[in-house]
């Protein structure tokens, strides 16, 4: 095992790393923006360089002064989080190329699953289902309409180079998609420098469900625990239901969802770990799927190639560190579980607290006077902030992730709802209160909704 | 006189209207930027834009002037 890490990200998740390297007795690098001296992940780390000024692309993005400041720090390996450089080939072959380790999939891959038309072609050719859909860049507004009437309308409009639902929207006829498609290629291009564009079909009353994967190593690195050979084998360990969305972002996951089956479920482990095996997958990362409630079937979205933000509620329902695997992983040793026999127990939530008000989810930043966290029986808090520290507008507005465990799906509703009225926050306005409706909700308590369940609960019929 | 100010902490990304440009109630003048998201700022009355009082970049707090209707 390396003996120091460099953690390529801020807030709650470079604090989540850092607190399994703590544990592991490795040595942890923070690396922070102006905006960020104060955050708690900074204080934490065994040592922290300063990389650059508030904005994205002068620090987290800045992948040359996060190198030159792992080689600086003395740091053997660098962990990139989720979001900034996580799915960034070039970033990762640059870090290998520096002598550093670099804690995910090989360039390789990552390159293979960036874009998601030639993800999707990909896994076509695998036997991966995927939804019907454009097989190259929709070039021009003519071409589009073109592939809408092939395809059959509502069409969903996608950035192929895109991720966290920037620039997706969903048409149901010509005008619609003349302007989907529109503000689309514009965002694609402002957010992801790539304009090219994809076209599926839309399902109606879907769910979006995804898979965690772990390849392990092929070849004879370590094995010196017979359970754990590294044998390029890809593990699938569970789904988590993400359909609770605004803005086709994530706002609350849970594991197992409530709208698979057995059959299905058996389904879509094999299905993920097929796509995982086609890019010779290493370490962690999440197969996206949609599931068709009606026919309880499901298409390929996409796949994260990378640490997932909601990795919290697997983690609970198996008692695997995944952040533990991927350090394990990439030192060449065996996981720390015997792979043939991964069990699940229990429901896990986790509901996304964000900086942003419970009504129509705009922004607030502004500085936080007061932070109380919840305890309990099977709470867990995955934050990036504390009281005294000042939200600002450079980045995402994830304050906080609230994390339930309970023996059955019930009483993790139950410790949800305690752990939400628990947890206070004075500042910046919080969707705290959204999650208690959530919970609240007849819908959500029944298992039986779908990625339009905020809308109906905002009364919005709008998609 | 309509004045129109920041909802919030925010980047100015765009900005669409001009100074002395007759705008309808509903128009987009600035786009803003907080978080990863986009906040287009609305005209709320019909007039002449006597002011702008933003550029492309500018940081904006909670409360500050973005523009004048008369």
């Known amino acids: 095992m390396f003996s120091s890490v460099l953690v390529a990200n801020r807030g709650e998740i470079a604090r989540r790393v850092i607190t399994t390297a703590r544990r592991l007795g490795i040595r942890s690098v923070a690396v922070y923006s102006e905006a960020d001296a104060d955050l708690p992940y900074v204080a934490e780390a065994d040592a922290a360089v300063a990389i650059?000024?508030?904005?994205?692309?002068s620090s987290y993005l800045n992948g040359p002064a996060i190198i030159a400041a792992a080689i600086q720090a003395g740091a053997q390996a660098i962990h990139p989080g989720y979001g900034f450089l996580a799915e960034n080939p070039e970033f990762a072959a640059a870090v290998e190329s520096a002598g550093l380790i670099w804690i995910g999939p090989s360039p390789e891959s990552m390159?293979?699953?960036?874009?998601?038309?030639?993800?999707?072609?990909?896994m076509e050719a695998a036997g991966v289902p995927v939804s019907a859909g454009t097989r190259e860049p929709v070039a021009d507004i003519a071409a589009a309409l073109a592939a809408a009437d092939q395809i059959g309308y509502p069409v969903m409009v996608k950035a192929s180079a895109?991720?966290?639902g920037i620039g997706m929207s969903a048409a149901a006829g010509p005008a619609e998609l003349t302007a989907a498609f529109e503000t689309a290629?514009?965002?694609?291009?402002?957010?992801?420098g790539n304009p090219a564009i994809l076209l599926e079909r839309y399902v109606q009353r879907a769910r979006h469900v995804e898979v965690q994967i772990l390849g392990l190593p092929a070849g004879g690195h370590g094995g010196s625990s017979p359970g754990a050979s590294a044998d390029g084998r890809v593990l699938a360990l569970g789904e988590r239901d993400c359909s609770v969305q605004r803005r086709h972002q994530k706002v609350a996951e849970e594991t197992p969802s409530p709208g698979v089956g057995p059959a299905l479920r058996a389904r879509m482990l094999a299905a993920a770990a097929q796509a995982g095996e086609t890019v010779q997958y290493i370490g962690a990362g999440t197969v996206e799927f949609l599931v068709d409630v009606s026919a309880e079937d499901f298409t390929f979205l996409e796949m994260n190639t990378r640490l997932q933000v909601e990795h919290p509620v697997t983690e609970l329902v198996t008692g695997i560190?995944?952040?533990?695997?991927?350090?394990?992983?990439?030192?060449?040793?065996p996981v720390s579980f015997e792979p043939g026999q991964v069990a699940s127990s229990g429901h896990a939530l986790e509901l996304r607290v964000y900086a942003e008000d419970s009504r129509r989810f705009l922004p607030s930043p502004g500085l936080i006077a007061e932070w109380v966290e919840p305890s309990g029986p099977g709470v867990r808090v995955d934050a990036g902030y504390t009281a005294g520290n000042r939200v600002t507008p450079f980045y995402d507005p994830l304050l906080a992730k609230l994390c339930v465990h309970g023996a059955d799906r019930a009483q993790a509703l139950e410790r949800a709802a305690a752990a939400v009225d628990g947890f206070v926050v004075s500042g910046p306005k919080t969707n705290l209160q959204f999650h208690a409706e959530l919970l609240a909700s007849a819908e959500f308590r029944s298992g039986d909704y779908d990625t339009s369940l905020v809308d109906r609960l905002r009364g919005d019929s709008g998609g | 006189m309509a004045e129109v100010r920041a909802e919030m902490v925010a980047n100015v990304w765009k900005v669409v209207a001009a100074e002395g440009e007759t705008v309808a109630d509903g128009d987009t003048l600035v786009i803003l930027e907080s978080m990863k998201m986009e906040i287009p700022v609305l005209a709320e009355d019909a007039g002449t834009l006597t002011r702008l009082a933003v550029a492309e970049g500018d940081l904006v707090q909670e409360g500050d002037l973005i523009a004048v209707i008369e």
């Open chain 1, 111 to 122: 390159a293979q699953m960036g874009d998601k038309i030639n993800a999707r072609n990909l």
């Open chain 1, 162 to 164: 895109g991720g966290g």
């Open chain 1, 321 to 333: 560190d995944l952040v533990e695997q991927q350090f394990l992983i990439a030192a060449g040793e």
């Open chain 1, 52 to 57: 650059g000024p508030a904005a994205p692309a």
């Open chain 1, 185 to 192: 290629r514009s965002r694609a291009e402002r957010f992801f």
